[in-house]
């Protein structure tokens, strides 16, 4: 299933909270797991209109004082949810880049960076929530319009600040964006954190079959909606233009090359590849070579040149092709595996996912070689 962000008049974690709740994600479950891992806090959606429009609004409410939280609480609060694991990490990461982002513009070390929000509860929920809520909703590819550009100024722990906010520009970097007039926060870090944690790819518009839409408000008492659709794709294969990155790589450690690979797959890059070699003066190296969409072009080059320290980037573009895929699961050993369902000449096919079978050998004991004759038909049997 497809996601299709109409962002033009702007996007708050609120605001994607209280479309996904439009859509039909109920986020009570998501409730009792914060209280129940030490944070008493409601997710309270209700529907609203403005301007002859109706929409839906989240409001995040908690009771008692919060602790000032930095980057490592809120991981420590996200590790102790009975979530996913695939949701846990996209969570984790998202709220190091965002710590990365407020550390970048403050000149501060991201690790000292605090949360100002009431113990960050607000953005803990948010973050958490929109990568669940996209779980709930089975969806599988997000695309997202052109970025609204706005200006002005806001007043924040820090004092005053242009706008877009200074963390907001961070990770508005290497996402398009349309000039507007608006003078108030269209988008917020959190707004902004969830397009550069979750968008897969930007577009003027969707295209497939529209199933159904939701309208959701944010605080701002005459701010605009953000519109979410969902987009069952067309069932053939399209293309898409990627880039590929190569340099050659001489002077790092293997300890070194292993981190760069964890931080470009983390910065967006489709895949990281490196091919061992002979260089000049007989130095052992190899061919660095990343791929990356158009869209994350800038990001991922400049996150090769910081963790490679190569002096150079070859750069070329082509076109792929690409088959539609969604989410599904399959057994192994008597369990549930998340897997990738797509189809090759009209035959249905599902793989199942490295991380959920590595994380289901961590669980029963099991080596993966024994959990893949499993999903071949092999030995069934339930632990």
Same mark, same amino acid.
């Given at each position: 299933m497809q996601l299709f962000m109409d962002c033009g008049f702007g996007l708050g974690g609120d605001m994607f909270i209280a479309g996904l709740a439009g859509l039909g994600c109920d986020f009570a479950p998501l409730e009792g797991m914060f209280c129940s891992a030490g944070i008493d806090v409601s997710i309270e959606i209700r529907s609203e209109r403005r301007g002859g429009l109706a929409g839906m609004r989240a409001d995040v409410r908690?009771?008692?004082?919060?602790?000032?939280? =930095?980057?490592?609480?809120?991981?420590? %609060?996200? &590790?102790?949810? !009975? @979530?996913?694991? *695939?949701?846990? +990490?996209?969570?984790?990461?998202?709220?190091?880049?965002?710590?990365?982002?407020?550390?970048?513009?403050?000149?501060?070390?991201?690790?000292?960076? =605090?949360?100002?929000?009431?113990?960050? %509860?607000? &953005?803990?929920? !948010? @973050?958490?929530? *929109?990568?669940? +809520?996209?779980?709930?909703?089975?969806?599988?590819?997000?695309?997202?319009?052109?970025?609204?550009?706005?200006?002005?100024?806001?007043?924040?722990? =820090?004092?005053?600040?242009?706008?877009?906010?200074?963390?907001?520009?961070?990770?508005?970097?290497?996402?398009?964006?349309?000039?507007?007039?608006?003078r108030e926060e269209l988008i917020t870090p959190t707004g902004a954190l969830i397009v550069d944690s979750a968008a897969d790819r930007f577009a003027d518009g969707p295209e497939g079959v529209l199933l159904r839409g939701a309208s959701a408000?944010?605080?701002?008492?005459?701010?605009?909606?953000?519109?979410?659709?969902?987009?069952?794709?067309?069932?053939?294969?399209?293309?898409?233009?990627?880039?590929?990155?190569e340099t050659h790589i001489d002077h790092l450690t293997g300890e070194e090359l292993g981190h760069a690979f964890d931080a470009l797959l983390q910065a967006g890059a489709l895949d990281v590849l490196f091919t061992p070699g002979v260089m000049k003066k007989n130095r052992p190296g190899g061919a660095l070579t990343v791929l990356c969409s158009a869209e994350r072009l800038a990001v991922v080059e400049e996150a090769v040149i910081h963790h490679t320290h190569t002096l150079g980037l070859r750069r070329s573009r082509s076109t792929r092709v690409v088959l539609p895929r969604g989410k599904g699961t399959v057994q192994a050993g008597g369990h549930a595996v998340a897997a990738k369902e797509y189809a090759v000449q009209g035959r249905d096919m599902s793989r199942a996912e490295y991380e959920a079978l590595a994380a289901l050998a961590r669980r029963t004991g099991r080596s993966l070689p024994e959990l893949r004759m499993m999903l071949s038909g092999g030995d069934e049997e339930a632990d």
């Amino acid at each position: 299933m497809q996601l299709f962000m109409d962002c033009g008049f702007g996007l708050g974690g609120d605001m994607f909270i209280a479309g996904l709740a439009g859509l039909g994600c109920d986020f009570a479950p998501l409730e009792g797991m914060f209280c129940s891992a030490g944070i008493d806090v409601s997710i309270e959606i209700r529907s609203e209109r403005r301007g002859g429009l109706a929409g839906m609004r989240a409001d995040v409410r908690w009771t008692g004082a919060q602790p000032l939280r =930095h980057a490592a609480q809120l991981e420590q %609060v996200i &590790t102790a949810l !009975d @979530i996913t694991p *695939a949701v846990r +990490g996209r969570a984790v990461n998202a709220v190091h880049r965002l710590a990365e982002a407020e550390g970048a513009v403050h000149g501060i070390d991201p690790r000292e960076v =605090h949360f100002h929000e009431v113990g960050a %509860v607000d &953005t803990l929920v !948010d @973050i958490v929530g *929109a990568f669940w +809520g996209l779980e709930r909703l089975n969806i599988d590819t997000v695309v997202c319009s052109p970025l609204p550009w706005f200006s002005g100024t806001v007043c924040c722990e =820090h004092g005053i600040m242009p706008l877009p906010a200074p963390a907001t520009a961070v990770l508005m970097q290497g996402k398009p964006v349309t000039a507007t007039a608006f003078r108030e926060e269209l988008i917020t870090p959190t707004g902004a954190l969830i397009v550069d944690s979750a968008a897969d790819r930007f577009a003027d518009g969707p295209e497939g079959v529209l199933l159904r839409g939701a309208s959701a408000f944010g605080s701002r008492p005459e701010g605009g909606p953000l519109r979410l659709f969902l987009i069952e794709p067309q069932s053939h294969r399209h293309d898409d233009i990627i880039y590929t990155l190569e340099t050659h790589i001489d002077h790092l450690t293997g300890e070194e090359l292993g981190h760069a690979f964890d931080a470009l797959l983390q910065a967006g890059a489709l895949d990281v590849l490196f091919t061992p070699g002979v260089m000049k003066k007989n130095r052992p190296g190899g061919a660095l070579t990343v791929l990356c969409s158009a869209e994350r072009l800038a990001v991922v080059e400049e996150a090769v040149i910081h963790h490679t320290h190569t002096l150079g980037l070859r750069r070329s573009r082509s076109t792929r092709v690409v088959l539609p895929r969604g989410k599904g699961t399959v057994q192994a050993g008597g369990h549930a595996v998340a897997a990738k369902e797509y189809a090759v000449q009209g035959r249905d096919m599902s793989r199942a996912e490295y991380e959920a079978l590595a994380a289901l050998a961590r669980r029963t004991g099991r080596s993966l070689p024994e959990l893949r004759m499993m999903l071949s038909g092999g030995d069934e049997e339930a632990d």
